[in-house]
């Protein structure tokens, strides 16, 4: 026993412990889930098929939430299933605008949430219970709560990333809280192939961030990515904050994302800053 015991202490020691059971793996240590979240934008830059993507990003999570099934749905019925039975996407795609209607509640609070939030935060048990998708799509595959990611395009809502378990609870603090800082990462992602692109979206998918930019968005890119203020920025480059800002719409645009820390994990997919 007294062995186990200091192999245990030597696991703690260098990070190797294997977690109890609802605690995260490397839990407030921002390099772990910073590595995720690169690892996560790595596979997108190398996906040429939307549906081994999506199983990937799924894979990846499981490693830091426990959970039994997840489902990338669109706000038009297109849905990916990931431990599902075929029968979910047929349900989504049949009933999409009743479905949502149901989920207002907790599409609100993740709007409030940094677009995260999960179910049993939003609706009671009995409105739960009430809702058709509970009893049609929730149900028949033995979960009693899920929690979401909210993805967003310049268009509105682009998709949900939903993850599912079977217990009632739901999901602890700390896991939505890993989802938040994920999900600029799963965003690119997500983003990278959408729902029905093929060889061309994939190609475009795959080039290398900075090859779609001029040297001096380049430039700009990568200072904003180190976390520079645009009047920094602007110093450096011998401009005015204005032209920064006017140079960041454009970089956003190019390269598809919405937020600086889009921009960042974006960057740092190819290894530089």
């Not at 939430?65 to 075929?86: C, N, Q, Y």
């Not at 006017?246 to 645009?253: A, E, P, W």
Request: aromatic share 6%.
């Amino acid at each position: 026993m007294q062995g186990a015991s200091e192999a245990s202490k030597l696991a703690r020691m260098h990070g190797e412990e294997r977690p109890r059971k609802g605690e995260l793996p490397g839990a407030g240590s921002a390099g772990s889930w910073q590595h995720l979240a690169l690892e996560i934008v790595e596979r997108a830059a190398e996906a040429r098929q939307r549906a081994r993507l999506l199983g990937d990003l799924f894979a990846l999570l499981e490693r830091r939430i426990g959970f039994d099934s997840g489902s990338v749905a669109t706000a038009s019925g297109d849905l990916f299933g990931w431990r599902k039975p075929e029968a979910c996407r047929q349900a989504w795609t049949e009933r999409c605008p009743a479905y949502l209607r149901e989920l207002a509640p907790c599409l609100r609070l993740a709007a409030a949430s940094g677009d995260v939030a999960q179910d049993v935060d939003a609706m009671s048990g009995r409105e739960r219970g009430r809702a058709s998708f509970y009893t049609e799509y929730m149900r028949p595959l033995g979960a009693r709560s899920y929690a979401f990611v909210l993805v967003r395009s310049s268009q509105g809502l682009l998709s949900a990333l939903s993850l599912s378990r079977p217990e009632p609870g739901g999901f602890a603090a700390r896991e939505l809280e890993l989802l938040r800082q994920l999900r600029p990462a799963l965003a690119l992602a997500l983003r990278s192939l959408p729902e029905g692109s093929r060889g061309a979206a994939a190609s475009d998918a795959g080039q290398r961030p900075r090859a779609r930019l001029t040297p001096r968005e380049v430039e700009i890119a990568a200072y904003v990515a180190r976390g520079l203020r645009n009047a920094e920025v602007a110093a450096l480059c011998g401009c005015s904050p204005n032209t920064v800002r006017n140079q960041l719409v454009t970089i956003f645009r190019k390269l598809d994302v919405s937020t600086r820390a889009e921009l960042a994990m974006r960057i740092a997919s190819e290894g530089g800053g």
